[in-house]
């Protein structure tokens, strides 16, 4: 017979010292400054361009494409003297594998990441003379993760887990109009830049999501803190062999409820989302940007299937959603598959 | 050249193989699988199982859905078919668990059919 108050299952030892140990590890590194291999001047007679603000911008836009969490969206911005047009893209797959015996479970995942991004930038020379930088960015990488599912009771999961995230980036830059930078400068008054550069993330990730559910209706609210050490490392761009932190945050919430529509016998629900992502160490010249909002709605089929007797895969749908921030409007058009 | 089509030879033979439905002993049996440990069948404790295979018909079971706060006992009563695998796991619905029978769709895939709650999860 049951009784209540005795365990009906002798259960393994939360792993406490270790979660411990991850979060001891977070708050101290959360607290790090950013480490680059050297400040100054990117050119001559242009000290509106540092050399950290360029790397600042490289890393900004590697770690704003492929950390965890983030989704697909399309960007424009158009600030003070800067637009650009940016799209980022993910395609992957997390899974959560259940270690009988224990409370908690694995987790793990996959992702194929990449982004490119046009910025064009007004700057004024130190003579007090207009300058005009035109930059293109390509970012390719691939994330692996893998971490702990810690469920505190029926509503509450906490996720920590690492991720590390092999990246390419290549860049084109042209500045125009640099004979007004000073004798230095190009006498054609044009440069053009090229660089590439290889960057290994490694991203702490402690995530924590709750759900409720109201008759057959559920809201679902998720909070991740991300902490990101990127390493970058470039044969052909001494300035872009650096490492940096980076820190940000992201907050969902979901609302979802029942459809009367049915396709091949499995039921759909509609949904409405809203996302705050805060890249909260990130320069704001980095990208012009480093707070998003996003609002959106989309639909959900339950197909509820298991993939080679695996995984569980309970839905795939779309999603439309408007995105807004400093300077920045944008929308991200996606498939959702959980 | 030869390796890599090898390789894709036995991926594709793994793949292929991944779903299989179970074998019966009999033909009025019935598989019950779980993530989570099954206590109780047809109001009997058991040594805590993952898949268990019981005669057809009305069914109980008690499946225990673990957090650090609490054990959740989540009591099923079904009419289980004979020939049919049931499978128990946590979909984050209303309740922690959820009783699904499975069916092997193809070599790839199988479905989660019929979903059906617990008649009640008493908190341990």
Same mark, same amino acid.
């Given at each position: 017979m049951l009784r209540a108050g005795k365990p009906l299952f002798t259960l393994r030892p939360f792993p406490t010292r270790s979660v411990a140990t991850i979060l001891l590890l977070l708050a101290v590194a959360s607290t790090s400054q950013p480490v680059r291999s050297q400040d100054g001047?990117?050119?001559?007679?242009?000290?509106?361009?540092?050399v950290s603000d360029t790397q600042d911008a490289a890393i900004a836009f590697v770690n704003m494409t492929s950390s965890p969490g983030l989704e697909g969206a399309t960007l424009e911005l158009d600030g003070e003297g800067r637009q650009s047009q940016q799209w980022r893209s993910s395609l992957g797959f997390t899974a959560e594998v259940t270690l009988k015996q224990s409370v908690f479970n694995a987790y793990w995942g996959l992702a194929l990441v990449g982004a490119s991004l046009h910025d064009e930038i007004d700057l004024i020379a130190d003579n007090g003379q207009p300058v005009h930088l035109d930059l293109t960015r390509h970012v390719v990488g691939l994330r692996g993760s893998l971490g702990l599912v810690l469920?505190?009771?029926?509503?509450l999961k906490v996720k920590p887990f690492l991720s590390l995230v092999r990246s390419d980036l290549n860049s084109k830059s042209t500045i125009d109009n640099?004979?007004?930078?000073?004798?230095?400068?190009a006498p054609s008054g044009e440069a053009r830049y090229k660089t590439s550069s290889n960057l290994l993330s490694s991203v702490a990730t402690i995530d924590a999501s709750y759900w409720q559910w109201r008759g057959n209706n559920k809201v679902e609210l998720a909070a991740q803190f991300n902490l990101i050490n990127t390493n970058s490392v470039s044969g052909d761009t001494p300035w872009l062999n650096v490492s940096s932190w980076e820190r940000s945050v992201q907050l969902k919430g979901k609302y979802s409820g029942p459809t009367s529509l049915v396709s091949v016998g499995r039921p759909w629900r509609w949904n409405a989302y809203a996302t705050y992502t805060d890249f909260?160490?990130?320069?704001?010249?980095?990208?012009?940007?480093?707070k998003l909002i996003e609002i959106g709605a989309g639909m959900d089929w339950q197909i509820n299937i298991e993939p080679l007797d695996w995984?569980?895969?309970?839905s795939i749908g779309w999603s439309v959603g408007l995105i807004k921030g400093d300077n920045v409007v944008g929308y991200n058009i996606g498939v959702t598959a959980q | 050249m030869n390796g890599t089509r090898v390789l894709l030879i036995c991926l594709v033979i793994f793949i292929a193989a991944c779903v299989k439905a179970p074998v019966f002993e009999s033909h009025n049996q019935a598989l019950l699988r779980s993530n /989570? $440990?099954?206590?109780?069948?047809n109001g009997n404790d058991i040594e805590p199982s993952y898949s268990l295979t019981f005669a057809a018909g009305n069914t109980t079971a008690v499946v225990v859905y673990r957090s650090y706060r609490y054990e959740y006992a989540c009591h099923f009563t079904w009419d289980a078919a004979p020939g049919t695998v049931y499978e128990v796991t946590?979909?984050?619905?209303? /309740? $922690?668990l959820t009783l699904y029978r499975w069916v092997r769709t193809n070599r790839l895939w199988a479905s989660r059919l019929s979903p059906l709650d617990p008649e009640q999860c008493v908190k341990n």
């Open positions: 001047i990117l050119l001559p007679g242009l000290s509106a361009l540092s469920p505190i009771d029926e509503h640099l004979s007004a930078t000073g004798p230095s400068a909260i160490s990130t320069n704001k010249f980095s990208l012009g940007y480093n995984f569980g895969w309970r | /989570y $440990p099954i206590v109780r069948l946590d979909q984050e619905d209303k /309740y $922690p």
